[in-house]
């Protein structure tokens, strides 16, 4: 008689991690060490609705489970990271403006389809709570994250303990003003760190000094649709192919963030600055250099003598895995969305 064993059996435990973003959905399943077993990753557009969105979360949560070669039962807790701030007590949605989302029960929702335990918390406070918990920031205390990409998000924690604000909106770093009447910025208002130092705000800068200045580059032969949408990676090869306005145009992306870093270096004190995003993983060997001298330069002081500026060590995973970790944890159970 031969008798099967399951590896792990019952007595293993699973935690899934979702990542929501503006433009893809990305899942993963840890066990009780934070190791990935699986990874899915799906795309969401522009015709996506809210019902939809839903029905692709769930259809990345059974893929991921499959992937690990999993059940459903052996899933004790599911995190949800989304692109808006969120009330975690009350464990609604406040507002993605990505998705045109306002008070939304979104853990009830997807928690009742999936019949798990659910918590939902930012995008970025995630990102930056699993570089504290499993990546750069490990050991750190007191740190601040901020992440660029199309946009900038930020996040931080102070004494192990992420800081969310009365109105849960505390860290949002991209919309903090740099520059007195600089790019117009998404939010509406002028010179926010992510009207100039993102990758829309690199961009329109190339573009300006093109259409203003007659400059030139390389983009149009690594990214013919660059005006509209533009990888990391063709900013990566316009800069080392000597493209000068990209060059400039990154520089002072490098600029912008190490004042805002400065900024909040005299604000709040911080151990540590992580830095990730999708432009920092790309272009970080150019950038974080600027950074660290303009940090230097505009703080107050010996304020940023022994500050660790970090790049993010998870990438891509970050956000996924600080959302699965920080539901997995006994002392966070309140915050579970139960039915
Ligand atoms: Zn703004």
């Not at 008798?3 to 840890?30: A, H, P, Q, R, W």
């Not at 459903?72 to 599911?78: A, G, H, L, P, W």
Request: aromatic share 8%; net charge positive.
């Amino acid at each position: 008689m031969v008798i099967f064993y399951k590896f792990g059996g019952n007595s293993m435990e699973y935690f899934v991690g979702i990542d929501l973003g503006g433009t893809k959905i990305c899942t993963i399943i840890i066990d009780k060490k934070g190791t990935i077993l699986s990874r899915i990753k799906t795309k969401i557009g522009g015709e996506d609705n809210l019902d939809s969105i839903v029905d692709s979360i769930i259809k990345t949560y059974k893929d991921a489970i499959k992937d690990a070669s999993l059940e459903e039962k052996d899933i004790i807790s599911v995190g949800m990271a989304v692109p808006s701030s969120v009330n975690i007590e009350t464990k609604t949605l406040i507002y993605a403006p990505n998705f045109g989302w306002k008070n939304i029960q979104l853990s009830k929702i997807i928690s009742e389809k999936l019949k798990k335990p659910l918590f939902m918390d930012n995008d970025a406070n995630m990102g930056i709570y699993g570089e504290y918990a499993l990546g750069a920031a490990k050991g750190l205390k007191h740190i601040y994250g901020i992440f660029v990409g199309t946009g900038i998000g930020g996040g931080y924690i102070i004494n192990d303990e992420i800081v969310r604000g009365s109105n849960f909106t505390a860290g949002e770093i991209g919309h903090i003003i740099v520059k007195i009447d600089g790019t117009k910025c998404n939010c509406g208002r002028k010179g926010c760190l992510e009207a100039i130092a993102s990758k829309v705000g690199i961009v329109k800068y190339i573009k300006k000094m093109i259409e203003k200045k007659g400059e030139k580059t390389m983009l149009d032969k690594f990214s013919p649709d660059w005006k509209k949408s533009v990888g990391s990676s063709a900013l990566h090869k316009a800069l080392t192919n000597g493209d000068k306005v990209v060059k400039k145009a990154i520089i002072r992306s490098g600029k912008a963030i190490g004042i805002a870093a400065a900024n909040i270096v005299n604000l709040i004190g911080v151990e540590g600055i992580i830095l990730g995003g999708g432009v920092i993983e790309e272009l970080g060997d150019f950038l974080i250099p600027i950074i660290k001298q303009n940090l230097i330069e505009y703080s107050m002081s010996n304020g940023a003598d022994k500050i660790k500026l970090l790049k993010s060590t998870l990438g891509d995973n970050a956000v996924a895995l600080g959302v699965a970790w920080f539901s997995s944890l006994e002392k966070n159970k309140e915050y579970l969305y139960k039915g």
